[in-house]
Each structure stands twice: as structure tokens, then as C-alpha cells.
């Protein structure tokens, strides 16, 4: 079964149409990566599936369910986790508390034990955990906005460029949790601006060219593809 | 008179108004910092209060168990609220919900009228709330009023600091007034917090429109509009959407209301005391937004 399947889906901000009938799928245990130049709809794709917009056609199913009447809450609760561009952590709020809002959804006991496994997997926070996540490094917020995403238990994970602004230093010890993540099972949907590490670590591949899927295939084979590069500048795919 | 009687007696007073002008503040900045929205029928949620322990006097019920019943009712109003007049306005631009609460707090304040016309009634209380404390010869009085006022402002803050930095859904307002996307995004559930956010902010103005008509002696339908004007400048001039912001600028207000009033009569300012308290907020706009506290004001596109 896949775990995630958009058909058609289009998205409109007013009178501009971001996206105009993207189909993909995921499969579980797989990561997938969604690359394309700013603007291309790769945030707007996400925002659907995590139910921030509302599509003007085409669906979306997760499990073989439909998501597209659901909340975001909803979303949440049916096991889709979405790290935001930006991080967008709770600046005025500690490390400890951002991760218990991460299981806001949840109702069960095992979060305490869920926070521990995330010290587990960033020591840094479990350091940081009474500190105000605005005083993080950008490095330690990003950190903290996967391990807040990861609090959900998602069945699948929605990251978006999870590397902007950050040293690549620390771009590479980000990456490397994912391969972690990767290893681990989940299945990931990548919004990457890098496109070398995000083929990287991907199974598969979409390029989105102004709204619409330009491109798709095998990571490997998509690795120093000159279609890719030439979807970015904007010429024929 | 000595000098320090005469301080000490001022201080009373403005502790009084002050505590007053910061419950209502309170309500107004939960509320804003969840929503971006300036709820004007905050006011009236006071009106209904009032009115709501009125009646449950007349019904034949003690002075204090009416009293809850108003801040029950205000409390209901609030959800009620929330839910027919500013839910389906949520996420349209700011001027959408400021027009929307303009037109509410019209709309509730005429129903007021109609229901319960528009001449002052009479705020039956108990004996024992007009008890009067003098001392140094009756140069420094106050009374069960003033102390209640006091008092009871200072629990409902307590319960608030507790409530938000304690609890679950505390924490999810803390959470969403800082980031609604966010909130979102982490499976929050929204809703359940901003309904929670009116309750608390109604029920907190009920309990000051009880307070407010006991002072005055009276209820009548307009009765919110003055004190959420002066609730609104005390939020904005202690740092508008942020809690600590308002009970300063609540109690700023209030100290400042009556130094006016106290000035030497030579010098003429005292009747002039509304037009300073603008003049001070627009001041506050124009040269410190972010209020005494220094609030940051988001721009979010």
C-alpha cells in the first residue's frame, strides 16, 4: 500500500496558482525527496498534505484514507508530522516544553519515555532542555523542530529544507540523524534546496518546474542528471 | 492633613482602580495575543456579568452565590461569542475581526437596551461590602469595596500565572499565541484553547463588571465602554498581547488617573484627566509601541 498519494492536486493563493496538478507517492520506508527552484510549489505541497491549505482540486490519501476534508489537527493525529521551513520552534518557550507540545496529539503515557529517546538522539538538548528555545543556534533549533516533529510518533515525516541558514558543518550532522531516521524506518518526505545531499540520502526523486512535476525518478539516477539542473534554471526538462 | 496620610490615601485609590483597569486589560491581551484581535465586546461581557448577578439577586439568591452565577454567565457568553460572531472570521485580515467586534459589542449593547432599557438600575449589595475602615481620624478611609477589588484581582492573577505556566492547554496558549501556524503544525488543538482563552478573559471581565458596578452602584447596558477603553490603553501602554503588560499598565493607569486628580486644583489639569490619558496613549503609539514592557510587535505576512 502506499503510505502517501497525491493525484492532481492543485493549490491557488488568490489568482496565482502555485500548484497545477502534482501527482506523487510515497511508499513506506521510503524517503523521498521533492527538489525544484523557489517558488516551484515544494512548501505549498507540503502545506496541503499537513492541511495549512486547502487544495482547489485533486486529492490527497494517506493509508489509503483521504485527508483532504481533515484539520490539521486531525492530520496530525493520522500520523503525518511537518517540520516547518524555518524551524518555527516556540522562541519564548524551554526546550522541555516544545518537546511535550510535539505530543499534543497524544494522549497516551509514553511521552516522559518519548522526550527521553530524543535526548538520547540530541544530547544538546537534553543540556538545553530549561533554556528558551530562541536562544538555541540555528544548528540546535532545527535539532529541536525534528525532535518536536518526531514527538508525534508520525508514520511519516514532512521536513522542509531542513539545512537553510545552517553552517554545513551542521548541515552534515543533521543529515546524518536523517540517515539515522532513514535506517530506522521512517518514511520521510524531503524538501531540500541542496540537492546533492537531499539525492543523497533519498530513494526517489520529483522536480517540480512552476507548479507541476518536471521530472521524477530513481535518487541514484537523478545524481549529476543535467535535466535536474536544467528544471532549476527554468529551460525544458 | 499630613502629607503622608494624604499619599497613603491616593495610593488606596489608585490601587483600587488600578487592580480594576488590569483585570479587564488581562482579558483583552489573552485574547489579542491568540488572535490579533481587539475585542471591543470585551466590555460587555462586564455589562453581562453585572446583570447576569443582578438578577440572580432578584431570583432570591445570596449576594455571592448571584455573584457566581454572573461570572458563569459571562463566561458562556464568551464561548458564545467566540463561536457565532468570531470563528468564522478567523484568519481574514486584522480590519475583518476589528470591524466584526465593533459590530458586536453595538449589537449586544442594544440588545441590552432593549432587554433591560436603558436607565441605570440599582446594584443591590449586602451591608457588610460598604463597611467602612477610617484611620488617623478618618483622614485615610476605604471599604469592603476597595479591599475586595484588591483583593480579589490579585487571586484571579495568581489562578491566571498559575493556570498558564501549570497546565496543559496553558501551555498550547502560550504556544499558540507565539506561533498559530505552529501550533497547528504540532497537532495543538486550537480551537480547544481559544474557546478555554475566552472563558478565562469573560470570565475574568465578569468578575470585573461586578467589582466595577458595586463601586458605581448601578448597572446599566452601556456600563463596559469606559472601563475597556481605559482597559485598552492600559494594555497598549504596558505592552499590548502580553500578560505582565497588562496588569502593569492596569495599575500605571490607575496610579496615574488619580495623581491627576490629586494635582493642586490651581493648576487646573484635573478635568482634564481623560484627554491626558490619551494624549499618554497616543504618545505610547507613537514613540514606544511595544509598551512599557517593550513587547515586540510581529509583523506576519
Redesign the interface.
Known sequence: MKALELQGLEVAYGAVRALKGVSLEVYPGEVVTLLGANGAGKSTTLRAI???VRPRAGSISFMGEPLTRLS??QI??RGI??C?EGR??????SVH?NL???A??RRDRGIGEDIQRMFGLFPILLERRNQAAGTLSGGEQQMLALA??L??RPKLLLLDEPSLGLAPLVVRSIFGTLKALKAAGTTILLVEQNVNLALELADRAYVLRTGQVALEGQAKELQGDERVARAYLGGAA | MSDLEYVLQQLINALSIGSLYALVAVGLSIIFSLLRLTNFAHGDMMMVGAFATLFAQLAGLGFLPAVGVGILVSALAGVIIERVAYRPVRGAPDVTMLLTSVALTYILENLGILLFSSSPRNFPLPDWMNHLYSFADGRITFNNINLLTLGVTLLALLFLNWFVRRTQVGLGMRAAAEDLTAAHLVGLDVNRVIVVAFVLASAFAGVAGVLWAAQAGVVEPQMGFTPLLKAFVAAIIGGFGSIPGAIVGGFVLGALEVLIQSLPGDWGLSPYRDALVFALLIAFLLFRPGGILGVRQEVKL
Do not use: D, K, Q, T
Request: charged residues 15%.
Open positions: 499537513s492541511g495549512l490539521p489537527v496530525v493525529r508530522a511537518h516547518p518555527r520552534v516556540f522562541a519564548g518557550l516544553e511535550l507540545l510535539g499534543s496529539g518536536r516533529a514527538m508525534s
